[in-house]
Nanobody
Framework: QVDLVESGGGLVQAGDSLRLSCTASGRTSDVYVMAWFRQAPGKEREFVVV????????YFLDSVKGRFTISADNAKNNVNLQMNSLKPEDTAVYYC???????????????????WGQGTQVTVSS
């Protein structure tokens, strides 16, 4: 079992930056990839970014490329999502997810991940 805890959400204005953090505990040796998803009101949860343990494979949602970056600290079992130039359409609950493998074909699917955090709210005002 792996537990994930997110932090760092909040209310910001358009153009601002925000940093989300996700810390894993438990059987962290099973974790190979960590990802972020988000769910806006009235919409389905969508993939945002995934990175593998070594950091040499990272995939982003097109709409966040160039604005969001992801970094991992394996020693601390922590992954951070740096979000810059935030837009109102980035408003959502952001979820951290962890998986035990990486499928370059299916990484964007929720079913690819075995563990989920409780989510943290990000609100971007215009």
């Amino acid at each position: 079992q792996v537990d994930l805890v997110e932090s760092g959400g909040g209310l910001v204005q358009a153009g601002d930056s925000l940093r989300l953090s996700c810390t894993a505990s438990g059987r962290t040796s099973d974790v190979y990839v960590m990802a972020w998803f988000r769910q806006a009101p009235g919409k389905e949860r969508e993939f945002v970014v995934v990175t593998n343990r070594s950091g040499d494979k990272t995939y982003f949602l097109d709409s966040v490329k160039g604005r969001f970056t992801i970094s991992a600290d394996n020693a601390k079992n922590n992954v951070n999502l740096q979000m810059n130039s935030l837009k109102p359409e980035d408003t959502a609950v952001y979820y951290c997810a962890a998986g035990t493998y990486l499928s370059e074909r299916y990484y964007y699917l929720e079913s690819h991940y075995d563990y989920w955090g409780q989510g943290t709210q990000v609100t971007v005002s215009s």
